[in-house]
């Protein structure tokens, strides 16, 4: 990828179709970080429930270089989803920052690193981490294009999960017409049984509910198989999560 491609906001949705999840999205971006940086490796963090862990990465080192600073609770990469600031270590032979993590890197050939925000300040942030052999490998570089990535990167999760939050409101919307279509079926069959109003129907199945300790859809569920002589359909049953 060139690096005006990753400053086109179609390349976004381009990915977003090209991809069947989130995780294979960020493993894309994760390889054009890569690709654009030239650097040994890079990874992809995501702390959810103050739980950080790498989602995706490419290249070598990245993972065991996120992993030393999940263990020790404390590093670049975890400083910069958790401030939304960018954190550059020229030389990790200088910085004496983060405990035995930059010495940690040294001995796995990485002397230079760049961590930028992803989603910060969310439910859902995180970074991209940059890794690279040479010192300053990152000091006279054009950043543009590895922010613009992670600008996309804030927008693919963003949107995965509005995607997320729509489609579990539409489940609970769904079960939630298909409990009604079972009550009103069992309202009906005590109207035509006690020859009442629909009123006084629900509240003797409410009734029934509450003394029997079951669910209403559920006792209406049992109603529905005794007069019909079989259950209603599995999609009448569905529970909501």
Known sequence: ???????????LTQWLLDTDSLEDFLQTLAAA????SRAQGVGV????EGKA???ASAGTSATKLDEKQYGQ?????LQALRTGEEIHIADMREETRWGDYPAYAVDCGILSSLSL?????????GALNIYAAPPQAFVHSDLGALRALASQATGGIALAQRISDTQEFAEQMRTAMQSRSLIDQAIGVVMGRRRCSAHEAFGVLRSASQQRNIKLRD????LIT???????????LRRST
């Open 73 to 77: 609770d404390d590093g670049p990469c």
């Open 117 to 125: 925000p992803i989603a910060a300040h969310t439910h859902t942030s």
């Open 226 to 236: 005794e007069i019909t002589g079989q259950p209603p359909a599995p999609s009448e």
């Open 219 to 222: 006792l209406c569920a049992e």
């Open 53 to 55: 862990l790498t989602v």
């Open 1 to 11: 990828m060139h690096a005006d491609a990753a400053h086109d906001g179609s390349q």
């Open 45 to 48: 963090t995501i702390e959810r």
């Open 33 to 36: 970080a890569l690709d654009l």
